[in-house]
């Protein structure tokens, strides 16, 4: 198993969920931060990804936007301050009209109720937005297409489709991005004392690791350990 998918599959001790969003009008919606990683999919219209830091990012039909570690962010008819938009879970957050609607869009992911996301993915960009050509990557075009008619507890087992597709985006999307960035910027890692720390907490991310018991699971003296693991990636 390369050290995506081990990644991914770590998150399966969270709660899985996804929602599919319509809206119209001058619409905002906040994610706000939490332990966990997740994507959004637009399916028709455009909008705005916005966040405290980056300037907005213009978004359009086919667009992903990933968030390996559960970094604040938002979706917005319109560049707008992330403080103004109204969180996802907010009852009051009003539905999209019968009808079209200007703005469709598909949310999953886990939450970590305990433990950590994995370093892998805690270290990437907070907010990654991909344009695929879905012509050029059939599996991705395959994996929207099945999950576009999403629609919440259809059977007694779509909740275990759902999970499957849900971990297969992430992955695949994952690796989608990677292809795309020069080499030197994602280094495997071929450090074995990283690896094994690595693969230590992907076998029990529920446990409170310390650099103490890693170090000395992995065979390496603390300070040793220390300085090659928070190096990592550089």
Known sequence: MDLISRAVSSLRVGQNGMRRFRQSGSWGIRYPDLTGSGFHIVLHGSGWLVSASERPVALKPGDIVLVPSGADHGLSAAPRPLRALSPAADPGL?????????FEFLCGGYVLEQGQVH??????????????????????????????????????????????????????????????QP????????????????????????????????SENAGMSRASFAKRFTAWPC
């Open 94 to 102: 009003a539905p999209a009209p019968p009808g079209p609607a200007d």
């Open 119 to 180: 370093p892998y993915l805690a270290g990437m960009p907070d907010l990654i937005v991909v344009s695929p050509d879905y012509r050029r990557n059939p599996q991705l075009r395959s994996l929207v297409s099945l999950l576009r008619p999403f629609e919440p507890r259809s059977r007694p087992d779509d909740d275990v489709t759902w999970a499957a597709l849900l971990d297969l985006m992430l992955v695949h999307v994952l690796r989608h991005w990677l292809s795309e």
């Open 183 to 214: 080499p030197d910027v994602w280094p495997a890692v071929s450090d074995p004392g990283i690896t094994a720390a690595l693969g230590m907490i992907h076998d029990s991310p529920q446990t409170p690791w310390t650099v103490a018991r890693l």
